[in-house]
């Protein structure tokens, strides 16, 4: 089974272009290419392709985008990904959930419907 989390779009504050530019040649720095492919055949879930671009406006603002393949392979997988939690600050930013898909190993494709959303405070603020 493979959930697609795709296009998650959320604005992001100024503050955080200076601390991506800041720190930005230390992560390209600590990449390295793995020489043999991992035997992966034991975990619960496996991620297969996590790409996030973040983009920033001459004003101060900007956009987060993450996409996201993830090969769920026993039952931990499924209740590590049975709900999906996204933190944003509802002060700064803005959160955009374009889809969420599930795809079957018979290839079978399920659309989450977005009125299964939940936006809700942690209970650490309430």
């Known amino acids: 089974m493979k959930v697609t989390i ?7 504050p100024a503050f955080f272009s200076f601390i991506f530019l800041l720190l ?6 600590q990449s390295q290419p793995s020489t043999s492919p991992a035997d992966t055949s034991q975990e619960g879930f496996v991620f297969e392709q996590l790409k996030e671009s973040v983009r920033f ?3 101060g603002s900007g956009m987060r985008e993450t ?5 769920i392979q026993s039952q931990a997988g499924v209740q590590a990904f049975g709900q999906l939690v996204f933190g944003y600050s509802t002060a700064t930013e803005d ?3 374009d889809y969420v898909r599930v795809r079957t190993p ?3 494709v ?4 977005a009125s299964s959303t939940q936006d809700f405070a942690p209970e650490v603020l309430q």
């Open 57 to 59: 406006e001459n004003d």
């Open 106 to 108: 018979d290839g079978q």
């Open 110 to 113: 399920t659309e989450t419907p």
């Open 6 to 12: 795709a296009r998650m779009r959320s604005r992001v």
């Open 95 to 97: 959160l955009k959930l």
């Open 67 to 71: 996409t996201a393949i993830i090969r």
């Open 24 to 29: 930005s040649p230390f992560v390209a720095a």
